[in-house]
């Protein structure tokens, strides 16, 4: 299965900047998407923004213009940019993979633990 670790989380000031990033490892495994989603006490996990192994990203109206989403797909690695943060971004983000089993046509879906972003002054 694909092991997912997340870093770079902490606490910013409102208007700061942080950078989150996310590595994958395992084998028998071929990642097709990767991204970013979030949660807020009491509230539903909601997609931050995705990036598919072309490149091609979608990122949430919310953050659009201030987050930007890359990725190395040499180091099956993913990567959130955050700039211009505001207190409700504040939020448990989690690093996710859509992947296809080497072998097979089964796909899977994986996720990080998890990592604390806090946006206050």
């Known amino acids: 299965q694909v092991q997912l670790v997340e870093s770079g989380g902490g606490l910013v000031q409102p208007g700061g900047s942080l950078r989150l990033s996310c590595a994958a490892s395992g084998s028998g495994f071929s990642i097709t998407v990767m991204g970013w989603y979030r949660q807020a006490p009491g509230k539903q996990r909601e997609l931050v923004a995705t990036i598919t192994s072309g490149g091609i990203t979608n990122v949430a109206v919310s953050v659009k213009g201030r987050f930007t989403i890359s990725r190395d797909n040499a180091k099956n690695a993913v990567y959130l940019q955050m700039g211009s943060l505001k207190p409700e971004d504040t939020a448990v983000y989690y690093c996710?993979?859509?992947?296809?089993?080497?072998?097979?046509?089964?796909?899977?879906?994986?996720w990080g633990q998890g990592t604390q972003v806090t946006v206050s002054s």
């Open positions: 996710n993979a859509e992947s296809v089993i080497l072998g097979s046509w089964r796909r899977a879906n994986d």
